[in-house]
């Protein structure tokens, strides 16, 4: 199975602040990777696929880059609304695996 | 616009079983690959199965492996999780989602808003 490592598992920042968050996959997954922003009590938000593939209505605010094993989410000029937990998750191979999460708290 | 309405959660005791249901609209059902996901109360998230656009291919996360189904019914646009044998470590939000393609490798760009599992005597 596949294990995914995310750094770090929380984060206190302010607004306008950039933050990094990364991903590291057990072992070559390409770019099989997805970013999801979870607000407490709501569903997850699927933000990016493909490693760095910005779903449509995403902010461009939000970017990720990486392949094989080391991935990472940056949050340019961080806005009230991104104040969540991050996860990445690979579609590789299945078992499915999600990264333990990154929470973005206000500083 | 996909809407994805799951159902079926609840209390059971421990050894009970329950059956999820997911009522999807707005998409091609059978060409998606749909999945379950699940959040313990304060926990991350945690991949519990998937099953094709077809509906040949199941895969299981080994926490679950051998006590949960997940099925498909095209007609009725549903997708089904039977989960038997539950234990307290089993209570959880559970997700239904729609993953990005046909096959069971696939991330999920649509997701329901959750059932509540609660396992407990």
């Known amino acids: 199975d596949i294990q995914m490592t995310q750094s770090p598992s929380s984060v206190s920042a302010s607004v306008g602040d950039r933050v990094t968050i990364t991903c590291r996959a057990s072992?070559?997954?390409?770019?099989?990777l997805a970013w999801y922003q979870q607000k407490p009590g709501i569903a997850p938000k699927l933000l990016i696929t493909?490693?760095?593939s910005l779903q449509t209505g995403v902010p461009s605010r939000f970017s990720g880059s990486g392949s094989a094993t080391d991935f990472t989410l940056t949050i340019n000029s961080l806005q009230p609304e991104d104040f969540a937990t991050y996860y990445c998750?690979?579609?590789?191979?299945?078992?499915?695996?999600f990264g333990g999460g990154t929470k973005v708290e206000i500083k | 616009e996909v809407q994805l309405l799951e159902s079926g959660g609840g209390l059971v005791q421990p050894g009970g079983s329950l059956r999820l249901s997911c009522a999807a609209s707005?998409?091609?059902?059978?060409?998606?690959?749909m999945t379950w996901v699940r959040q313990a109360p304060g926990k991350g998230l945690e991949w519990v199965s998937v099953i094709g656009g077809s509906g040949g291919s199941t895969y299981y996360a080994d926490s679950v492996k051998g006590r949960f189904t997940i099925s498909r019914d095209t007609s009725k646009h549903t997708v089904y999780l039977q989960m038997n044998s539950l234990r307290a470590e089993d209570t959880a939000t559970y997700y239904c989602a729609k993953g990005g393609g046909l096959t069971p490798s696939n991330w999920f760009d649509s997701w329901g808003q959750g059932t509540l599992v609660t396992v407990s005597s």
């Open positions: 072992q070559d997954i390409s770019i099989w």
């Open positions: 707005g998409f091609i059902f059978s060409s998606y690959a």
């Open positions: 493909s490693a760095s």
């Open positions: 998750q690979q579609a590789n191979s299945v078992p499915l695996t």
